[in-house]
């Protein structure tokens, strides 16, 4: 991809918070995304912000985004075993003839008992 | 209809062998992608339809690879001469007319060259 950033590991305890962070390259970019990647599945769309927003909240789920910094991070609260997934971090980049989602490596998030 | 779908789940070749993978987006869905995605990465963008309308192919898009998407629904991706390179999981996404900015993914093809 075009160097959207990520750590690539985390792990957190059942029932704490995760929070997964993300810098991305391109400042006007409108959209920004989290996908959610369970093992042999594809992505699942979990949330997006639009770049005049500086939050969203989804019930567990909290985006923030400082677009000075291009900082988007994926706030989950109350983690289940269910949320261990790859989380990937997206933004829209301008092609040729229009517009394309470039990702990030991955976040993989390991929930432990 | 309950999403994006994309066969066969897995398929296993010999390098120089030909392949070609079938995405069914969800029913009305104007726009199809293709993207790739290696192990430890992040999908990458390979070509996407509006309707059957070829708009854009990535770089990455040699010309061993075709895309299709004959009569606006399903699209195919066929790839020729496989190269161990070629392995990957292969994703298809759709999106509806309206609303580009919201992709949903199948469950992709995992090829492996042999």
């Known amino acids: 991809g075009e160097d959207v950033e990520q750590s690539l590991f985390l792990s957190v305890r059942e029932g704490d918070s995760s929070v997964i962070n993300c810098t991305y390259t391109?400042?006007?970019?409108?959209?920004l995304y989290w996908y959610k990647q369970e093992p042999g599945a594809g992505l699942q769309l979990l949330t997006y912000i639009f770049s005049n927003m500086d939050m969203k909240q989804d019930q567990r789920l909290t985006v923030l985004l400082n677009k000075k910094d291009k900082h988007l991070s994926l706030r989950i609260a109350d983690t289940q075993t269910g949320d261990s997934a790859i989380y990937f971090c997206?933004?829209?980049?301008?092609?040729?003839?229009?517009?394309?989602?470039?990702f990030g490596a991955g976040t993989t998030v390991t929930v432990r008992a | 209809d309950t999403g994006v779908s994309q066969n066969p789940r897995h398929k296993i070749t010999k390098r120089g062998q030909n392949v070609t993978f079938r995405c069914d987006p969800i029913s009305e869905h104007n726009r199809l992608y293709w993207y790739r995605q290696t192990l430890g990465q992040g999908p990458e963008f390979l070509t996407y339809?509006?309707?059957?309308?070829?708009?854009?192919k990535s770089r990455l898009l040699s010309d061993r690879f075709s895309a299709e998407r004959p009569k606006g629904s399903f699209s195919t991706l066929e790839i020729q001469r496989t190269e161990q390179g070629d392995s990957a999981m292969y994703l298809c996404a759709s999106s509806e007319p309206g609303h580009n900015e919201k992709l949903f993914f199948g469950s992709g093809t995992q090829l492996s060259v042999l």
């Open positions: 997206a933004e829209i980049l301008p092609t040729e003839n229009d517009y394309k989602l470039s």
């Open positions: 339809f509006q309707n059957e309308a070829q708009l854009e």
């Open positions: 391109d400042s006007s970019s409108t959209y």
